[in-house]
């Protein structure tokens, strides 16, 4: 029986190399692309959800046109994110392992850049990149791009929304001008629209499904707790799917990092993806993780862009994305390859506009759902044990010599009695967690006036916070991002330690959890900033906010006005870090700076102020429609 894929033009080698993989059957976009792509003589626009198969769909094609006795860079696939290169460079290997002479190299940032050079060197057909490395590349005349005939942009919303379309144009500037061009994506904003108007000409264009919508084998839920019960709910989620694996989307790094550490310590297999990590740290994660030796990843957006894991049945979205599109990226990590997901929101009455856009957009309707009670939860994990003794395989061979003993320290008990005691090894440490545990619902309207997410903070003053006031401000080209993480990385605090951050022109307010704000003091005792001592002092201390001060510098009619001595001012140092370094994302997309006041790119080698997908989360450049 012929093979579907050799029906769509495939050859026996490649074909052998799938079926060993365990693919029979093409994925829709696969069927309807390949047999185009083959011809090799048209620009290409797929527009597919994650979890369609887009890499075999533009891989394969790939694999037949390119000469694999030449060995010059023939191809080349960008990509956002150093996950995803390395994704997709290995399903490249996988597919033409039967193929002579076949080379592929990976070029992203975090690794060795001297390898990848000596890869490259040694002879290449398929380069597959992230932008930022990629120009490192050129710049350094490592590669010659003047025989590539095909250019794969892949996850093209990402890489524009990420700020990398100056990247991608000097890229495409090396490569010569009758190239084919293949653009694949899964969502259709205005800027993928542009690109493909500026890179192609009459491009073959194909949609599965309908542009923009969610995955249909994903249901979408929604729970409204108020904002301090969020974390309680998460944990209540996942205690009633005890089977769960699961990928749950942060904002921030901070906020990654601070919940997998709090699950870590309840007892729950977690562990946290970001940008901070370095590349040998993420590949371990996402090694534990693939092997299903973790039950939840913790990550943030463009972190989790090149998770291509099977089986994920849950995607937790602990906090809604600034872009709406994002949701239909990190709903597509799960409901992957056919299979069924839910995609679940936790958010407060505030956010319920947020669910509606989401649904527009879609075209999925949202259900509501009630967090389960503590009696639920605890149901729920009896069977799940009762299922799991039930189905457990015995292996009679080694048990059998150990029955005599295990009936002797059972004489007493009946058989009743030895199934309770088994059932309530597990049972207990939820009955006891869940004894008194409260209703975590709340009605729209109930959280109003409470802290909730940045943005959402109280006003001054705040109950339970303390007000402090800092040296820094928009002068200094700070955002509130930018603020957010300067306090916690020099603090070394969580950021929902934090309050409301009131960010002026020279100085700014900020509000601290009262039991963190001595941390706070220690932790910016000998900080600098461009050269001058970074100070923080509780907000009214000394007449700070407002009146004359002297000593140190002359402060004349309260903040703003007219400051003098005092080793600079306010205005003076050396403002580098923030306009050559790279920018790493913060808060809602506004940035993490480096301050450490000199050029900076250390994840790879970048210079010159490039941004790596897999090191950036928020990002600047051409944003996407926000909430």
Request: aromatic share 8%; net charge neutral; with cysteine.
């Given at each position: ?7 769509l033009g495939?050859?026996d080698?490649?074909?052998n ?48 046109l ?13 990509c ?46 398929i ?10 590349i ?24 990420m ?5 991608i ?17 899964a ?8 690109i ?54 942060c ?6 990092q601070?919940?997998?550490e709090?699950?870590?310590?309840d ?31 913790i990550?943030?957006?463009?972190a ?13 979205n602990?906090?809604?994305?600034d ?9 597509g ?8 997901g839910?995609?679940i ?11 509606r ?8 309707q ?48 009946s ?6 005691r ?10 006891d967690?869940y ?47 930018d ?18 951050i ?30 001058r ?31 003098r ?18 920018r ?13 006041g000199?050029?900076r790119?250390d994840k790879g ?23």
């Amino acid at each position: 029986m012929t093979n579907p894929f050799q029906l769509l033009g495939i050859s026996d080698d490649v074909v052998n190399a799938v079926k060993d993989l365990g693919f029979e059957t093409p994925t829709p976009i696969q069927e309807q692309s390949i047999p185009v792509l083959l011809e090799g003589t048209n620009d290409f626009v797929g527009l597919a959800q994650t979890g369609t198969g887009k890499t075999a769909a533009f891989g394969l094609p790939l694999l037949e046109l390119i000469d694999f006795k030449v060995n010059k860079p023939q191809a080349l696939i960008l990509c956002p994110t150093r996950e995803l290169c390395l994704q997709i460079a290995n399903d490249l290997k996988n597919f033409s392992k039967n193929v002579a002479n076949a080379h592929v190299v990976a070029v992203y940032g975090g690794a060795n850049i001297m390898q990848q050079l000596r890869e490259i060197r040694q002879g290449v057909q398929i380069v597959v990149a992230t932008p930022g490395r990629m120009l490192d590349i050129i710049g350094r005349k490592a590669i010659d791009f003047t025989s590539v005939k095909y250019v794969v942009l892949d996850e093209a919303d990402e890489m524009l929304n990420m700020g990398f379309q100056d990247d991608i144009n000097d890229i495409l500037s090396t490569t010569p001008d009758d190239k084919k061009t293949w653009l694949f994506s899964a969502t259709m904003p205005a800027e993928v629209r542009r690109i493909a108007k500026k890179y192609m000409n009459d491009p073959v264009e194909l949609t599965m499904g309908t542009k923009n919508t969610g995955n249909v084998n994903i249901e979408h839920e929604y729970y409204i707790v108020r904002a301090r019960d969020k974390y309680a709910a998460l944990k209540r989620i996942v205690d009633f799917n005890p089977e769960i694996f699961a990928v749950v989307f942060c904002k921030t790094k901070l906020d990654t990092q601070d919940i997998a550490e709090h699950l870590i310590k309840d007892g729950y297999n977690a562990d946290a993806l970001h940008g901070d990590l370095s590349q040998q740290q993420r590949d371990k994660v996402m090694q534990r993780f693939r092997e299903r030796n973790m039950q939840l990843l913790i990550a943030t957006d463009v972190a989790a862009r090149g998770i291509d894991v099977n089986n994920v049945t849950h995607v937790i979205n602990y906090s809604l994305p600034d872009e709406i599109e994002s949701y239909t990226h990190r709903s597509g990590r799960t409901g992957r390859a056919g299979k069924t997901g839910i995609s679940i929101c936790i958010i407060n009455s505030k956010e319920l506009g947020k669910i509606r856009q989401l649904e527009r957009i879609i075209g999925k309707q949202f259900t509501k759902a009630e967090l389960p009670t503590g009696f639920d939860v605890c149901e729920k994990q009896l069977f799940s044990l009762v299922h799991k003794v039930h189905n457990v395989e015995v292996n009679n061979e080694q048990i059998d010599q150990y029955i005599p003993r295990i009936m002797d320290e059972f004489a007493d008990l009946s058989k009743e009695d030895v199934i309770k005691r088994f059932a309530s090894l597990e049972f207990n440490r939820f009955l006891d967690y869940y004894s008194k545990a409260p209703d975590l619902n709340a009605a729209v309207g109930d959280d109003r006036g409470e802290r909730g997410e940045r943005g959402e903070r109280r006003g001054r003053g705040s109950e339970g916070y303390t007000r402090l006031f800092i040296n820094l401000g928009s002068v200094d080209e700070f955002t509130r991002g930018d603020m957010l993480s300067f306090i916690c990385n020099n603090g070394k605090i969580a950021g929902k330690s934090v309050g409301k951050i009131d960010l002026k022109g020279v100085f700014s307010f900020f509000e601290v959890e009262d039991d963190v704000a001595d941390k706070v003091f220690e932790g910016f005792k000998s900080v600098e900033f461009n050269g001058r001592q970074v100070r923080i002092e509780k907000s009214g201390d000394g007449g700070r906010e407002g009146g004359e001060r002297r000593g140190g510098g002359e402060r004349r009619g309260g903040f703003g006005g007219e400051r003098r001595g005092g080793g600079g001012g306010f205005r003076g140092g050396d403002r580098r870090s923030g306009g050559s370094g790279r920018r790493e994302g913060g808060n809602s997309g506004g940035g993490f700076r480096d301050f450490s006041g000199r050029s900076r790119d250390d994840k790879g080698g970048n210079s010159g102020g490039r941004r790596e997908g897999g090191n950036r989360e928020g990002g600047s450049g051409e944003r996407r429609k926000k909430w």
